[in-house]
């Protein structure tokens, strides 16, 4: 079955006509407490979401989240594949997105039927998956990761094991460069969002900003280049940071600069502000804005709350093997945070 079965995306229209001001949030709160429903978001939820929710972070740590919630109800404000791993880890809850047409282009980049023939074509081969995966791919990983942990998890993986690691092609390079390993096959996937924001971009803004510290999510374009960028000298290497978006709120507490160039999907900028208010966070491509995330609109949160939908469903034999997965990772150490 193909990774976006799940949904026809005809139209992706987001729904409409609410404004998000003091009514709203106490109707929201209200109809949250009414359904025993905790409410979170992810990182690049527009900012009345992650201010209205009762917890705003990465898309693995709210999943944990929801799992030690004692709420019934989870109210995933994020994309379709983080809702569903919420499931996973959930199984017994009821998990709603407030639009369940919420997809990610990375998570779609590989489905259950191209990574069966994947591992048919590597017997043997141990199979790496970032979280941003459907269920379904989840069901034929043997290790999840996060852009946190990925390294740890290759590593831990014998030397003479064939990897094959999906789907970002981003993440892939970094950890190939990472650990040296040349048995590490990686998919051709990317986030069409963080594939645009590209080292030429980076390289301007570094050098119009010659004290900033930049944070940059593995997933993006420019990660490589920030690198070489490094290894070159043109940036102080001290001065580059490939951080998760959660371990980019920890590193804002703690960073010496006054400006930091942020190269991830602009929502992060809002949590990021919040954490350190007297740092300067700039947008390396204030275009880099996810169409799908940005679809849990006020409207969609209350008809979510009000009508109980959109349910989250996942097949009980395919997220017991997801579980497992995930499992496989949390034992190899600390799982941090994943986009
Ligand atoms: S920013 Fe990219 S990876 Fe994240 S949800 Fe959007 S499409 Fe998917």
Same mark, same amino acid.
């Given at each position: 079955m193909a990774a976006t079965a799940w949904l026809e995306r005809t139209d992706l229209t987001p729904y409409g006509g609410v404004e998000p001001n003091a009514e709203w949030a106490?109707?929201?709160r209200r109809l949250a407490e009414e359904r025993d429903a905790v409410l979170l978001a992810h990182n690049?939820?527009?900012?009345?979401?992650?201010?209205?929710?009762?917890?705003?972070g990465d898309s693995l740590a709210l999943s944990r989240i929801a799992a030690e919630s004692e709420a019934s109800t989870i109210v995933f404000c994020g994309v379709h594949f983080m809702a569903e791993t919420a499931k996973i880890l959930s199984p017994e809850k009821t998990?709603? &997105? $407030?639009?369940?047409?919420?997809?990610c282009s990375l998570a779609d980049s590989i489905d259950a039927d191209q990574l069966r023939a994947w591992k048919a074509e590597h017997p043997g081969a141990v199979v790496?998956?970032?979280?941003?995966?459907?269920?379904?791919v989840k069901a034929e990983t043997d290790i999840c990761c996060t852009s946190s942990n990925a390294v740890?998890?290759?590593?831990? &993986? $014998?030397?003479?094991r064939e990897v094959l690691f999906l789907p970002d092609q981003f993440l892939g390079a970094h950890v190939r460069r990472v650990t040296g390993r040349d048995n590490l096959h990686i998919w051709a996937g990317e986030c069409h969002v963080h594939a645009g924001i590209n080292g030429p971009e980076l390289a301007e803004k570094a050098a119009a900003n010659p004290d900033a510290d930049l944070f940059i999510h593995p997933e993006c374009g420019c990660a490589t280049s920030a690198l070489y960028l490094a290894g070159e000298g043109t940036v102080p290497a001290e001065r580059v940071h490939i951080l998760s978006t959660g371990d980019m709120v920890k590193a804002a507490r703690q960073t010496k600069s006054?400006?930091?160039l942020v190269a991830t999907e602009i929502g992060m900028i809002h949590q990021l502000k919040l954490a350190a208010p007297e740092i300067d966070f700039r947008a390396v491509n204030d275009r880099a804005s996810c169409r799908?995330?940005?679809?849990i609109t006020?409207?969609?949160?209350?008809r979510a709350l009000r009508e109980g939908k959109d349910e989250v469903h996942v097949d009980p034999e395919i997220a017991a093997r997801g579980r497992a997965s995930v499992q496989r990772m949390i034992e190899i150490g600390q799982p941090g945070g994943g986009e």
């Open positions: 106490a109707e929201v690049y939820q527009l900012p009345e979401i992650q201010d209205i929710a009762h917890h705003t998990v709603l &997105i $407030p639009d369940a047409r919420a997809g790496v998956s970032y979280v941003n995966t459907t269920a379904e740890d998890v290759v590593r831990s &993986i $014998p030397e003479d006054s400006t930091v799908y995330m940005k679809m006020p409207a969609a949160l209350l």
